[in-house]
């Protein structure tokens, strides 16, 4: 098993909808997660990241965590074509990342 | 501030030769991390250095893999011999601390080609 898990992709949605991406985790020591954006051909950039569980919103962008189901996800409100890219879910281990797989998502106009 | 520098962008190389990666972290930060991405096994932590020192190199693939940070501003990742399963993408990230919500900031990265 491996120790970050996304929901493969890719993930199509329209304009103006919410794209739902998931992330399990394997180690209940976990403290903390992040969400990182990537465009083709790019670096990794940080989108937010989450600590408690609930939710934490930042403009757009919603992630919520539930540690006993060990389970977190970022929400993608009023999508716009320039939020395509593959969103990879990173997790604190031993203050080391560990990152998914990653989801790709795309915006159709 | 010019956020983390690698060098070079591209390489391509023949399989054996000796090929090396460089990065200039953010000035003031003190974790200086060395990652891979390949499509098969995604973005993979390789080493990471704290003050300069090697902290983790639990990463490191094989003994062809060697990783040196001699001052704060500079760090390298060699490959001796290179081989094709070398190619991906190699990012340097460097993070002002390491604590559980610090943030990694990643360079440009190096994609590697090794024929």
């Known amino acids: 098993q491996k120790e970050v898990e996304q929901n493969s992709g890719p993930l199509s949605v329209p304009e103006g909808a919410i794209a739902s991406l998931n992330c399990t985790y394997s180690?209940?020591?976990?403290?903390?997660f992040f969400w990182y954006r990537q465009y083709s051909g790019k670096s990794p950039e940080l989108i937010m990241f989450i600590y408690s569980n609930g939710d934490k919103e930042d403009g757009r962008f919603t992630a919520q965590l539930n540690k006993a189901s060990q389970y977190v996800s970022l929400l993608i409100r009023d999508s716009q074509p320039s939020d395509s890219a593959t969103y990879l879910c990173a997790v604190n281990q031993e203050y080391k990342l560990s990152f998914g797989a990653g989801t790709t998502v795309t915006v159709r106009a | 501030d010019a956020g983390v520098i690698q060098s070079p962008r591209h390489e391509v190389t023949e399989m054996g030769q000796e090929v090396t990666l460089r990065c200039k972290p953010i000035?003031?930060?003190?974790?200086l991390f060395w990652y891979r991405q390949t499509m098969m096994r995604g973005l993979e932590l390789l080493i990471y250095f704290n003050n300069n020192v090697p902290i983790d190199d639990s990463g490191m693939p094989e003994d062809r893999f060697s990783a040196k940070m001699p001052n704060a501003s500079f760090s390298t990742l060699k490959i001796q011999p290179s081989e094709p399963r070398d190619s991906a993408v190699y990012f340097c990230?460097?993070?002002?601390?390491?604590?559980?919500?610090?943030?990694?900031?990643f360079g440009p990265g190096t994609r590697l080609t090794v024929l």
């Open positions: 180690d209940r020591g976990s403290q903390s």
């Open positions: 000035s003031g930060h003190d974790y």
């Open positions: 990230a460097s993070s002002f601390v390491l604590t559980s919500t610090d943030t990694q900031y």
